[in-house]
């Protein structure tokens, strides 16, 4: 063990070879542990909705204005401030409105610059000078940086700092320097940013969601069911990749494939036409309609629609036959159809089809796709293997991501921890072991990785069967329901055929003990801790309330996704954690970027304080407080062996 701790000492001196190095360090962490935590901005269920999630994160949920109000009181009118925050969120967009009614861009450029300077300056003040100059802009990072350091007692520098900004003004520098340090005010006012799930599905834009998160400053991801499907996808898992396409289609989202990934859908529209030209496809109505396709491409949106459906139903049942530890022999229903009658027998209830047009579908065989059937999905599956962006987003995705985490006493995950009717911890099967609770999501976690990157190809295969069991199974903490009622919706008039049961895991959320049971299950402390919860919309509108269990659970889909706003009344939750505390924000639905611009209309929200602290929380009260202790102990050892003689400096 000595010699072991000798060796560790040894590489740590190649970091720090003196005496004198080792005790910067030190004095260095020291101080960094008494400056106050950093902003932590919490989002889920974004759906794809790229410009309600552009704007939250360029106003860091209310972020800027609160740093705009701290900056300037009652020194500025409501107006004054609403506009310099359209600046901040918006800046080319803002300045070239603002050109073409003011007279005097000279006076205007200064006096934005003077506010956006005091503005930046209050918003660096909680970090170290080295972390601020790392996120400085390239092309003025010598210049923001003289001007977000001065200080205002100092007045022998007056006429130097006024000369900068002059300058800057007169050699047509304006615009550009006032770009740049807007987009430093966005960057400071939020240090880390956590997405709780679901980036992808139902909205247009998840593709442009995650170019902007691969340029983010510094975030995680806790997967959502949507977002494990796609991942799934990637890979080449057929049912996740048929999941992926129903869905585009049945959202008018297609583009999504063919222009934000370049996958091509020919072959499958082809087929469509010519095997469901006929079928009216009444069953397989799309939701969201697009104006802007013409009604021959409405019709080929509904073929698809139909064609991929049938196609999923198929590849599904192979799934679960391949796959019998699963256990899903139940959500395997194309045999239980009665071809000639029309009708499909359930749980010994027979109900009446309302679509009984099969032409792909073998009665003797009715899980085995058909010719074309088989060339459409061996072309996608090619298709989606090959795409480059898609791959590199996936990779993403595995690189910053995890189906739950434990940061700063919080727990974050997308869906649930199955729980049995009792409320204990529900046991699940997964290849002949059994896991519950935190064993069950890193054991599903493992799996996942395992699709991406074993050189056992049965461990890989298996590895992506479970991205298509996370997004459906009963066992799946991401899912939370007994079934995936997809094939009902579509075929069955039956309300009662609908019901997903949900796990008990949603009537337990009021009970502490239950909740305590959990946090402990992830080493966490109840009398300390919270759990952050994405999945299930909060229905606003009909009372229910996203805090639950006495504040002890945050549940933050608020309805983010357009689909979701009339069952919940709002637009989405986003949460706050600040050195003051937690703040939970209710967000109004975002009309539009270009009516963000030309209003000046943020998002309208409303916080509810969740916690506000005693006493201000500091980084040492972190994780990364802990971290830097542990350096610091490892430090002082390193210069205790200095000044014992047992490792030599290395001047």
């Known amino acids: 063990m000595k010699e072991l701790e000798t060796r560790y000492l040894e590489r740590l001196s190649d970091l720090y070879p003196t005496i004198a190095a080792a005790s910067t360090e030190i004095i260095n962490m020291q101080a960094i542990l008494s400056l106050p935590k950093g902003t932590e901005h919490f989002l889920t269920d ?27 009181g009652n020194t500025l009118s409501k107006r004054e401030k609403r506009s310099l925050a359209t600046l901040i969120y918006y800046p080319k967009e803002k300045m070239a409105k603002v050109k073409k009614t003011e007279d005097n861009m000279e006076d205007w450029y200064k006096v934005n610059l003077y506010r956006l300077i005091e503005v930046s300056k209050r918003a660096a003040s909680k970090y170290t000078r080295s972390k601020v100059r790392k996120a400085l802009p390239k092309d003025f990072a010598y210049v923001i940086e003289e001007l977000i350091t001065e200080k205002a007692e100092i007045h022998d520098k007056e006429s130097y700092y006024n000369e900068i900004i002059m300058t800057i003004i007169r050699i047509g520098r304006a615009e550009q320097f ?10 400071l006012v939020v240090d880390h940013l956590h997405i709780v799930g679901d980036i992808y599905d139902r909205g247009p834009g998840p593709h442009i969601i995650m170019d902007k998160l691969m340029q983010y400053h510094s975030v995680d991801i806790q997967w959502g069911n949507h977002d494990v499907l796609w991942m799934g996808a990637a890979v ?27 996958i091509n859908l020919l072959p499958l529209a082809t087929f469509a036409m010519r095997v469901y030209g006929e079928d009216p496809c009444t069953c397989f109505t799309l939701k969201g309609q697009d104006d802007a396709l013409s009604k021959a491409e409405q019709e080929m949106n509904l073929r698809i629609h139909k064609a991929i459906s049938v196609i999923q139903f198929k590849e599904e049942g192979q799934i ?3 796959q019998a530890g699963f256990h899903m022999e139940d959500r395997a229903l194309l045999h239980r159809i009665d071809y000639e009658k029309g009708t499909i027998t359930l749980q010994g209830k027979e109900y009446q089809m309302l679509d009984q047009n099969f032409p792909t579908i073998d009665p003797k065989d009715p899980y085995k796709l058909s010719e074309e059937e088989q060339e459409v999905m061996e072309r996608l599956e090619k298709a989606f293997l090959g795409c480059e962006k898609l791959q590199e987003h996936m990779h993403f995705l595995l690189a910053k991501g995890n189906l739950y985490k434990v940061h700063n006493h919080n727990l974050l995950y997308h869906g649930c921890v199955p729980l ?22 890193d054991a599903l976690d493992r799996y996942v990785r395992k699709g991406f990157f074993s050189l056992d190809e049965q461990d890989r295969e298996n590895g992506k069967d479970i991205m298509w069991y996370i997004w459906l199974h009963p066992g799946s903490p991401l899912f939370g329901k007994d079934k995936m009622a997809t094939f009902e919706r579509y075929f069955l008039a039956e309300k009662e055929t609908h019901q997903e049961k949900k796990n008990p895991y949603y009537r337990y959320l009021e009970n502490e003990e239950v909740i305590d049971q959990v946090m402990r299950e992830f080493g966490l402390s109840p009398e300390e801790s919270y759990i952050v919860n ?64 030309e209003k000046e209309s943020d998002i309208h929200s409303e916080s509810t304080v969740i916690k506000r602290v005693m006493e201000r929380r500091m980084v040492g009260d972190t994780d990364a407080g802990k971290e830097l202790k542990e350096q610091i102990a490892d430090l002082e050892i390193l210069l205790a062996a200095y000044r014992s003689g047992e490792i030599k400096e290395r001047i």
């Open 320 to 322: 679960i036959r391949r």
């Open 236 to 262: 080449g898992q057929r049912g996740c990749i048929a999941n992926v396409i129903r869905i585009c289609a049945r959202y008018n989202n297609l583009d999504i494939l063919e222009d934000g990934y370049g």
């Open 534 to 597: 994405g999945h299930v919309p909060v229905k606003r509108k009909n009372g229910e309330s996203p805090v639950k269990c006495n504040g002890r659970v945050l549940v933050i889909d608020g309805g983010f996704s357009k689909a979701y706003q009339k069952e919940t009344g709002i637009a989405g939750y986003t949460l706050i954690y600040n050195s003051y505390g937690l703040r939970l924000v209710a967000h109004e639905p975002f009309e539009s970027t270009e009516a963000a611009i």
């Open 178 to 187: 006032i770009a740049a340090i807007s987009r430093l005010i966005q960057r």
């Open 420 to 441: 049995n009717e009792d409320g204990s911890l529900k046991e699940v099967e997964l290849f002949g072991r059994k896991f519950k609770g935190k064993s069950l999501y």
């Open 46 to 72: 974004v759906h794809g909705e790229y410009e309600a999630f552009s704007h939250v994160l360029k106003n860091g949920s209310g972020s800027v204005r609160r740093k705009i109000d701290d900056v300037f």
